[in-house]
């Protein structure tokens, strides 16, 4: 039994610590999104990639879910004396990660050999792959200032401008990772995390060949829904739903993945939109999804793995396990 999970950042993190504990390594996959890279400073820089990292290696800043706990801030505050560019946070350690993966790049190494160098440093024992290890970028475009990069969106301007769409730079000449696409196509189940939809899930999914995979195993295929009771557990996801004219609900999400997931998990607020969910054809499973109450987790991780394909499941359809 293989599980897929492809993953965003912190939700995905989360959730993948539920399924570190429940499946062996070995037979546990996390494709993860690029999207988010950034070169600054002249290093790369991948934060998605590393907030699973740390976040698996119990490292993660608690506070900040992202980054490194008991981080010091020095080179920072060296560059801000220079008036140089620090709107992008980077600790000393954090600071490490990068200058290693950008001279590992350098050296011709792919970034999945990179990142399975890094997860190995922090003993992580199951497979994390960047979805390519080509160039792709979420260009995010503002009312007030026209098409700008992801980070600069989500940290400069905190997330805080109104969007009018979400483009991803080099989707179309992006090829999967070696081994993306097999674990896919192989995987007795594949979980979409509840990271963001439209720029998080989305640029994995439009790497060449991710999305059809998807739809073709249907079956197999189960999201967690990021929206809860109509609003994201942490970053813009509804906001960005809506702006982008889509509705920012568990029914939105499950209407955004309807071609790539057979069911959605949807949080106990919402037991009520089970049913709107079932009419998409998507199999709704009502259950605790909020990681950071006690023992959710464990729960939500229990649920997920333990659904049969909506097509076998015996009490076919009613999903209100
Ligand atoms: N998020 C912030 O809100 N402010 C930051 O300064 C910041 C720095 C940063 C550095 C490394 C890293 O791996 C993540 C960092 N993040 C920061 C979070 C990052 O923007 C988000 O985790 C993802 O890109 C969205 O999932």
């Not at 976040?55 to 900040?64: F, P």
């Not at 906001?239 to 106990?268: F, H, K, N, P």
């Not at 990681?291 to 009490?315: A, C, H, N, R």
Request: proline fraction near 4%.
């Amino acid at each position: 039994m293989t599980v897929a999970v492809i993953c965003g950042g912190v939700g995905a993190a989360r959730l993948l610590r539920g399924m570190v504990g429940a499946v062996p390594n070995t037979e546990l996959i996390a494709i993860a999104n690029v999207g988010d890279d950034l070169e600054l400073h002249g290093l790369r820089i991948s934060p998605d990639l590393d907030t699973i990292v740390y976040t698996l290696a119990e490292a993660v800043s608690g506070e900040r879910g992202w980054g490194l706990e008991g981080e010091s801030w020095q080179a920072m505050e060296m560059l801000s004396h220079y008036g140089g560019a620090d709107w992008f946070s980077l600790g000393d350690r954090d600071l490490g990660t990068h200058l290693f993966r950008t001279q590992r790049l350098a050296d011709g190494a792919s970034l999945a050999t990179v990142t399975a160098e890094i997860a190995t440093a922090w003993g992580l024992q199951f497979r994390l792959l960047p979805v390519t290890n080509d160039r792709l970028r979420t260009m995010v475009t503002t009312v007030a200032e026209g098409e700008i990069s992801f980070q600069e969106y989500f940290v400069r301007r905190q997330h805080d401008v109104a969007v009018t769409s979400v483009r991803f730079d080099g989707a179309a000449a992006a090829r999967p990772a070696e081994g993306v696409l097999e674990a896919l196509g192989a995987a007795s189940q594949i979980v979409i995390a509840p990271s963001n939809p439209a720029v998080s899930i989305d640029p994995v999914l439009s790497v060449p060949g991710v999305r059809d995979v998807l739809a073709q195993r249907r079956d197999v295929v189960v999201g967690v829904s990021p929206i809860v009771g109509g609003k994201a557990l942490k970053g813009p996801a509804d906001r960005l739903m809506a702006e982008l004219g889509r509705e920012a609900s568990a029914v939105g999400v499950a209407r955004w993945y309807q071609d790539v997931i057979g069911t959605l998990v949807i949080d106990s607020v919402d037991a009520d939109l089970a049913d709107a969910v079932r009419q998409l054809g998507v199999r709704p499973v009502v259950t605790d999804t909020i990681m950071s109450k006690y023992g959710v987790t464990e729960s939500l991780t229990e649920t997920v793995l333990t659904l049969q394909s909506p097509t076998t499941d015996p009490k076919r359809g009613t999903g209100m396990d």
